[in-house]
């Protein structure tokens, strides 16, 4: 069983700045990658960011050079610093893992949190 729990969403103004996490435990055998996704009301869900096993790094473009993610290896915890908020980045953020599990080891497949809420307005 696997479990990701995303932390750290509010309300923030424009301009400012929040720090998200994204704790993984479970029965992984192994990571592929993990990643962050958004969806604001009456949108789809849309690609934010995302990191490989081995560190390295894709933006939406509509992020890039705002927002930085990261992942401390050791505890499987990611984390996505978002600077320079604007109100059309109010979304419920959605973290994603690329994980192989026990005990079949197959190939890998995707698992979701279940969001955190980010809402920037003056």
């Known amino acids: 069983q696997v479990q990701l729990v995303e932390s750290g969403g509010g309300l923030v103004q424009p301009g400012g700045s929040l720090r998200l996490s994204c704790a993984a435990s479970g029965s992984i055998f192994s990571i592929a990658a993990m990643g962050w996704y958004r969806q604001a009301p009456g949108k789809a869900r849309e690609f934010v960011a995302i990191?490989?096993?081995?560190?390295?790094?894709n933006y939406a473009d509509s992020v890039s050079g705002r927002f930085t993610i990261s992942r401390d290896y050791a505890t499987n915890t990611m984390y996505l610093q978002m600077n320079s908020l604007r109100p059309e980045d109010t979304a419920t953020y959605y973290c994603?893992?690329?994980?192989?599990?026990?005990?079949?080891?197959?190939?890998?497949?995707?698992?979701w949190g279940n969001g955190t809420l980010v809402t920037v307005s003056s």
């Open positions: 994603n893992g690329r994980f192989v599990t026990y005990p079949s080891r197959g190939s890998a497949r995707d698992y």
């Open positions: 990191i490989t096993n081995i560190g390295s790094t």
